[in-house]
């Protein structure tokens, strides 16, 4: 109750930085005017948009149901032989973006019904669901306030390893190692955020921020821990002409259960922004890191590290790409210890046609434990995981469109994982039905 009663009290006095005009994927509208700064990609908690510009809504209610057919050549189970298996999905949805000059509101839900044909076992539903709230006091002071949840027992999110949620060009994530890509989990994070402009170049903001990463007790591998992440962090920004430049602290502390392991990091950057157009980016920014790490049986230790971050966003009419690279100290949920962390990952998609679209992505993370403690946590060393995926669709009516998707998967833990468990392939087959209403009319 003690944790609960801070972390409420976290939500009401903290704060994401988010821009003052209306809001887009990632913090801040794109437009370059003279008067209202942006919140630029190094301090904005969102991601990169996904969708060209042309396909992007606002201010409409959505729904839909989509049908599909998987084949996955290696279910990775534990202790067996490669095990091939077909399974389906049903996934109804439903959204709703509402946005005035004062306050903006974006809900969004759906539940998945997963069928194995073999594995039956493996049945279950999944859940996800997400909601924004923004709140302008004034032109230029603004709150937002974001909750994701997912529940689901595939991280492949169909096709989409890892279920990465986008490319951000924050610093740190809540970083996750999913080792058992089947196993039944559920993923929280909520945050909570203010940011001033106090001149026509120069801004301010802090945020906080609590999730948790929790598997099911029927897990094929129990060696996988829980992990708990807060923290919270505040900047300077200042803008000239088109580039934004400025420093960022963050903190942030990873608890591992039920083998307890903790990590405290305290980092300082410095970032630099240049806006080449409105939806066209580019961010750096690096700077010392100071983590803490230790365990109910070891005691502490820590060390200085540089830590840094590199993003791109492109977006047009027809086509966007994003990409970013980090390194940082960080925990790597289902792992157990303190972790230098070097993940990557890029996406790009594009309108070929009006009627045919396509898009890729990949995404790269390596772990080291930095934990030197015997036993336990040499059982944890660290690993690589690769996994990538492409996708096209056609669009039957306005309403209706066929999908096909593929994806691999690589990865090596050492310890944790065995040659069974180090690859696999999906092939995804899809027919979808959406609807949009815009609101007010």
């Known amino acids: 109750m003690f944790r609960i009663a801070c972390f409420c009290l976290v939500i009401g006095i903290a704060a994401p930085a988010w821009s003052q005009v209306e809001p887009s994927a990632y ?20 991601a990169y948009p996904s969708l060209s510009s042309s396909e992007e809504r606002s201010n409409f209610i959505s729904g839909g149901v989509s049908a599909s057919g998987s084949y996955t050549d290696n279910l990775m189970l534990v202790g067996t032989k490669k095990v091939a298996d077909y399974y389906y999905n049903v996934v109804p949805t439903i959204s709703l973006d509402r946005r005035t000059p004062r306050h903006s509101e974006s809900v969004h839900y759906g539940a998945g019904f997963r069928f194995y044909q073999n594995t039956t076992d493996f049945n279950a539903i ?13 032109p230029y002071t603004a709150l937002i306030i974001t909750d994701t949840v997912t529940q689901n027992s595939n991280s492949y999110g169909g096709g989409n390893f890892l279920g990465s949620g986008g490319v951000s060009g924050a610093p740190g994530s809540t970083n996750q190692a999913f080792i058992e890509p089947y196993a039944n989990r559920l993923n929280n994070a909520t945050s909570a955020g203010l940011e001033y402009q106090f001149s026509k170049n120069a801004m301010i903001g802090a945020s906080g921020m609590y999730s948790f990463l929790h598997f099911s007790a029927d897990s094929l591998l129990p060696a996988l ?16 002409g088109k580039s934004y430049g400025g420093l960022t602290y963050q903190f942030s502390k990873y608890i591992t259960h039920p083998f307890p392991s903790y990590t405290v990091s305290n980092t300082v950057f410095g970032f630099f922004t240049h806006y080449f157009t409105r939806t066209v980016s580019v961010s750096v920014l690096g700077g010392p890191e100071h983590y803490t790490s230790w365990s109910q049986n070891n005691g502490k230790s820590g060390a200085w590290t540089p830590a840094a971050q590199g993003s791109v966003g492109w977006q047009v009419k027809r086509a966007s790409l994003a990409a970013n690279v980090v390194h940082i100290v960080s925990g790597a949920g289902g792992l157990v210890g303190t972790f230098h962390s070097d993940t990557g990952g890029g996406s790009v998609h594009m309108m070929v046609t009006p009627k045919w679209s396509a898009g890729a992505h990949v995404d790269y993370s390596r772990y080291k434990n930095l934990t030197t403690a015997p036993q336990l946590f040499q059982y944890f060393p660290g690993g690589t995981t690769i996994a990538g995926g492409i996708q096209a669709q056609r669009s039957l009516r306005e309403w209706l469109a066929l999908d096909a998707e593929y994806a691999h998967f690589h990865q090596n833990y050492g310890n944790v994982t065995n040659e069974v468990m180090q690859d696999t392939n999906q092939f995804i087959v899809g027919i979808s039905c959406q609807f949009h209403k815009p609101l007010g009319r």
């Open 126 to 138: 999944d859940q996800d669901g997400s909601a924004e709230f923004t709140y302008r006091f004034t």
């Open 27 to 46: 913090g801040g509208s794109y437009d370059l005017d003279s008067e209202h700064m942006q919140t630029p990609p190094p301090v904005s908690k969102g």
């Open 225 to 240: 821990s829980d992990q708990d992440t807060a923290g919270g962090n505040a900047f300077y920004s200042r803008r000239f």
